[in-house]
Each structure stands twice: as C-alpha cells, then as structure tokens.
C-alpha cells in the first residue's frame, strides 16, 4: 500500500492477510480524507454513509441530550476505526455527530464499497468481525466500569489506561465520556497534583 495507508494496511496484517494484489483493490474501494480540527463526517439526522479508519488525528461520537449538552460515546484515535453502525448497517438517519477533535487524516470506506470488498476479499470481513468483536468487548468493560467503579477512580483507571487521551482531548469531552461533569475532573487533577 501507498505511504498514505501504511497504517491500515499494518492494521489489517495483525488480523488478516492481503497479498500486493487484494492490497491494491482495497486502495481502490477507500478515499482518504484531510479534515480539520472540529469538522463533522456526521450530523444527527443524517444516514451514516462511511466507515471511519483514523490514520493521524482523534474522532468523536457524541450526542446531544434534552439538555442541549454534547455526551461523548466514543473517541478513535490512530488505529481505531469509528462510525454509527446502526445507521451505516441499517441505513438510517443517525442519533449522532462524529466530529475531528484534531486535524486528522482518515479513510473512508462507504458502505456499498465495503460489501464489494467483502465479496471480492473474504480476508477483509475476518479483520472487520475481529475489530468488532474487540471493540464490543471494550464497550462492555467501559459499562461495567461506570457501574462498578467510583467517578473518581472511574478517572483515574481512564488515565492509567490511556494516558495519551488525557493530554489529547479536552477537558469537557473527556468529562462527558466519562460521565463525570469538566468541573468535577478538575477538582480530580488538582488534587492529583
């Protein structure tokens, strides 16, 4: 694969292989995309038409609540994939927002080019059921960890888990994901330092 999906490619080799060849008609089903720090890929209302593969840079799903305040559902950075699955496998309008926390770089597999890729590389539909499977089992460790953990350690076992997050995404979003108010985080940090 070119420079630009090195990436990709490094990631799909962990799970699956593609010969130069099945590479090469994968480059042929995928756009790269350059967008810049708060642009959206997705707004509530609309059909999710894409998968999102994070090259450089951080995604988020988020909603807004009957409050009017954005909840976080979910980050990507490098090396994670993100979209809407409900809408993009169901074709209906999404309940969410995927949004560029930083500039990044991505690659899009709309939905019609990804069910060719299947058909045409049956490699392929191993490695996306093998990132589904790790991703749904990290949903269910984050449930359980907002059920069985204080919002305090909630933080802290975040943090020790993922340090580069913390550094990377803001303070509110952060919050919101956790479930926690931008507030209460910084009472956290304070008293962490």
Wanted: hydrophobic share 40%; glycine share 4%; net charge positive.
């Amino acid at each position: 694969m070119s420079g630009s999906y090195t990436k990709l490619a490094a990631h799909i080799r962990k799970f699956a292989f593609l010969s130069e060849e099945e590479e090469a008609v994968l480059l042929t089903h995928v756009k790269l995309l350059q967008i810049k720090k708060k642009t959206l890929l997705l707004k509530e209302g609309q059909v999710c038409k894409a998968n999102y593969f994070v090259e450089k840079g951080c995604l988020r799903l988020f909603f807004v609540d009957e409050r009017g305040a954005e909840q976080t559902a979910q980050f990507a950075i490098e090396n994670w994939w993100m979209t809407d699955y409900a809408s993009f496998c169901n074709r209906v309008p999404s309940q969410f927002f995927i949004q560029a926390v930083e500039d990044s770089a991505i690659i899009a597999i709309e939905r019609n080019k990804q069910e060719e890729l299947f058909a045409k590389l049956p490699p392929l539909e191993r490695y996306f059921r093998q990132v589904l499977e790790n991703s749904y089992a990290a949903s269910q460790q984050r449930i359980r960890y907002m059920f069985s953990l204080s919002k305090e350690n909630m933080y802290k076992h975040f943090s020790a888990s993922f340090p580069g997050f913390v550094q990377r995404v803001p303070q509110y979003m952060l919050a919101s994901y956790l479930g926690l108010t931008p507030e209460y985080v910084s009472e956290i940090r304070k008293k962490k330092a």
